[in-house]
């Protein structure tokens, strides 16, 4: 079973980056799909972003195409969310996700969480 740990939150002004990483222990790190999701106040969770299990393939949300880009290191154990361009409504508590299997962009698979991390976009 994997524990998934996330950091990088902050605030921040419109059009300013954050890095955001998730740090995995337990299980084999390989053997996940990994993905983020982001839930604001009063919202829904969203999809944010996926990726497979070797990095070679990813989805991303409509909202955040073209801005945000995941990316993994599973030598380090790490999922990064890469995220330009951030605009108010970007504002939400982000998750880092994983799924044990081969079905990376199946959404509703995922069943590992972390705590989150809070991320502020100022106006």
């Known amino acids: 079973q994997v524990q998934l740990v996330e950091s990088g939150g902050g605030l921040v002004q419109t059009g300013y980056s954050l890095r955001l990483s998730c740090v995995a222990s337990?299980?084999?790190?390989?053997?996940?799909?990994m993905a983020w999701f982001r839930q604001a106040p009063g919202k829904d969770r969203e999809f944010v972003g996926a990726?497979?299990?070797?990095?070679?393939?990813?989805s991303y949300g409509d909202s955040v195409q073209n801005r945000f880009t995941i990316s993994r290191i599973n030598d380090k154990r790490t999922v990064y969310l890469q995220m330009n361009s951030l605009k108010p409504e970007d504002t939400a508590v982000y998750y880092c996700a994983a799924y044990r299997g081969s079905s990376w962009y199946d959404t509703r698979l995922y069943n590992y969480w972390g705590q989150g991390t809070q991320v502020t976009v100022s106006s």
């Open positions: 337990g299980g084999t790190f390989g053997y996940y799909a």
């Open positions: 990726i497979s299990r070797g990095g070679t393939v990813r």
